[in-house]
């Protein structure tokens, strides 16, 4: 038990000031976005042309937006989920299946970080940018997969840990 607790322990803190930050940047970027949208509708009301970033911008927003917040979600259980299967299950039950979640999720996250890397590599190497006034690379906007799958990862492992605890502890084993 002290083993689990002696990685739990500094990977929840951490857990938890990576969930602020990202809530933190969520927060401001859906401001950004409103902001930018607000913006060229005046804009375009004021002169009667806006300006295409305006526009353009906010939809390249929403991956560190979404992709950030997947840990996160998926912790707090904000997350979209089904739970019919839970009713007919007893807790022993319910802990197993969401233990078997916690493995297949950072399974997932681990095969979605390294092909977010590769993705992101490959737009450096391509040197590409947004079509915009303003020149955003675009791999700016697929670093957001793997930062968001890492978190994710880190999330996972970290839930995965609390199961393990959960599984040895007395209070568990007692019918």
């Not at 990977?11 to 401001?31: D, H, M, P, R, Y």
């Not at 979600?73 to 019919?84: A, N, R, T, W, Y």
């Not at 940018?129 to 700016?140: N, S, Y």
Request: neutral net charge; charged residues 15%.
């Amino acid at each position: 038990m002290n083993m689990i607790d002696f990685f739990l322990k500094p990977l929840e803190k951490l857990n938890k000031v990576v969930s602020q930050c990202v809530f933190a940047l969520a927060t401001t970027l859906i401001g950004l976005i409103v902001l930018a949208l607000t913006m060229s509708a005046v804009t375009r009301y004021v002169s009667g042309n806006g300006y295409d970033w305006f526009i353009e911008l906010p939809p390249a927003m929403v991956t560190w937006l979404v992709f950030p917040l997947l840990g996160p979600l998926f912790k707090s259980g904000q997350h979209i989920s089904v739970d019919f299967v839970t009713v007919f299950l007893n807790k022993a039950q319910v802990s197993f299946l969401k233990f078997l979640t916690h493995i297949v999720t950072l399974i997932a996250a681990i095969v979605f970080t390294q092909a977010g890397i590769e993705a992101t590599q490959l737009f450096i190497q391509l040197g590409e940018t947004m079509e915009l006034e303003i020149e955003v690379p675009v791999w700016w906007i697929y670093l957001a997969f793997p930062v968001g799958f890492i978190i994710l990862g880190l999330i996972s492992l970290e839930l995965l840990l609390l199961d393990i605890k959960t599984f040895f502890s007395k209070s568990f084993r007692k019918p």
